[in-house]
């Protein structure tokens, strides 16, 4: 079968999802409860729910400066909600909020200000700190064995500070995450809210956690991007936060067109995920990175993912999609040279730490891992600028001192 499924994973019968899958459970046919709530959201009366999101829309729209707030990527799916929502209520007032992570690509600028001027929308831009963010991504990765924790919680977070600061309590995001992973249902309406927030999306870590791991290195208020407004106050604005998803269907490759035929949106090739596929994770020049740490973890990536979507939509077959995962899996991104060089770590440092993470029963090789290519726009991502191997070597020691004080047989987990 091939590399990627030489690990005695057990995988979905349906879908091609490993057991390794955050939330995932096999039933006893074999289909995993992903596929499952796909049969949910086929019986959705979906007429129902746009009414109901027709009534959301009226009842706060035209009460406040803003209409709505959409916290924005430009990526596929933040660029549909904006879209979709200005073209179904002609003469919405949005207020667009992008937190900038700090690796944006450059077709993602182009693409953002490509809509920004066709849509004519007022757009609140947020950078954080490098120094900051380079201290958050070594300490996630030491802890998580994924580095993005200020790109979590700064996402989720920020434009909910933003929403409270200029009065918007209408708060609209894209897909559920129902339609990736386990953690809520179809069966009602997504809130996306402080129980999200730390179910999954901070990664168990909050903000003042970070502070704690962090002191002397960062004060309390570099986290303050990061951390999610008090419920009280959220409360006291009469607050809504919900996934438009929860009340259209979500065709991802429908939805893609669309956005290409009306706002000239473009894809761009992402490394290790097949070209077809231009469309998936383009905001980041680190999304290789990121995949390739979850091949180390659980033994797959995103050709795996969108293998799956597209077998439960039958768009392929799974010869196809056993192919696609073969040809693509198990590849080294170039960007982790750019990764290394931004957290002060050695390679051999990295796979250490990220083999710490690996989830059961899956078994990371290093020795068959393959080189993968650059993307056309690589020279452009910006180096230089990386954390000391000095300062690096002191957060990592201070944490290895904290990891063998535990006392825990599981380590910090992944």
């Not at 074999?30 to 027709?54: F, H, M, P, S, Y």
């Not at 010869?319 to 198990?330: H, S």
């Not at 982790?336 to 993470?357: K, N, P, S, W």
Request: glycine share 8%; proline share 5%; aromatic share 12%.
């Amino acid at each position: 079968m091939g590399l990627p499924f030489s690990s005695g994973l057990k995988r979905c019968v349906r879908c091609l999802l490993p057991e390794t899958h955050e939330t995932l459970v096999l039933d006893a046919e074999g289909v995993c409860n992903v596929c499952r709530a796909q049969e949910v959201k086929a019986e959705i009366n979906w007429t129902e729910r746009l009414k109901q999101l027709d009534a959301l829309v009226a009842e706060y729209r035209g009460r406040y400066r803003y209409d709505c707030l959409v916290p924005f990527s430009g990526g596929k799916d933040s660029t549909w909600t904006l879209y979709y929502l200005m073209k179904r209520y002609p003469g919405l007032k949005p207020l667009v909020v992008r937190f900038n992570h700090g690796f944006l690509r450059p077709k993602l600028r182009a693409n953002c200000d490509r809509v920004f001027r066709k849509l004519g929308v007022d757009v609140h831009d947020f950078t954080p700190s490098w120094k900051v963010v380079q201290r958050l991504m070594l300490q996630a990765f030491l802890e998580k064995g994924d580095f993005c924790w200020h790109c979590h919680t700064g996402i989720f977070a920020y434009p909910m500070q933003v929403a409270l600061k200029e009065q918007v309590p209408l708060i609209f995001w894209g897909e559920p995450s129902a339609e990736y992973t386990a953690y809520y249902s179809y069966d009602q309406p997504e809130q996306v809210d402080e129980e999200r927030f730390n179910r999954y999306v901070n990664l168990g870590i909050s903000a003042e956690d970070m502070l704690i791991r962090l002191d002397g290195f960062l004060e309390e208020r570099d986290l303050e991007p990061f951390r999610y407004p008090a419920l009280k106050d959220l409360r006291g604005l009469g607050y809504r936060s919900v996934c438009l998803g929860s009340y259209i269907p979500w065709d991802v490759k429908m939805q893609v067109e669309k956005i290409r035929s009306e706002l000239g949106w473009q894809g761009d090739v992402v490394e290790n995920v097949p070209e077809d596929f231009n469309y998936e994770k383009i905001e980041c020049w680190m999304q290789g990175v990121r995949d390739f740490i979850k091949y180390i973890k659980r033994g797959y990536t995103r050709p795996t993912h969108l293998a799956a979507i597209d077998l439960r939509n039958q768009r392929i077959s799974q010869e196809e999609a056993q192919a696609m995962i073969r040809d693509f899996e198990g590849r080294r991104p170039p960007s982790l040279d750019l990764f290394l060089e931004y957290v002060g770590l050695a390679e051999e440092e990295f796979y250490a730490i990220a083999t710490g993470h690996q989830v059961s029963p899956w078994q990371f090789d290093p020795s068959a891992i393959r080189q993968g290519e650059a993307t056309p726009d690589f020279n452009q991502w910006l180096g230089g600028d990386g954390l000391d191997p000095a300062d690096s070597e002191d957060q990592v020691g201070r944490w290895a001192e904290t990891c063998a004080s535990c006392g825990s047989s599981g380590g910090c987990g992944a």
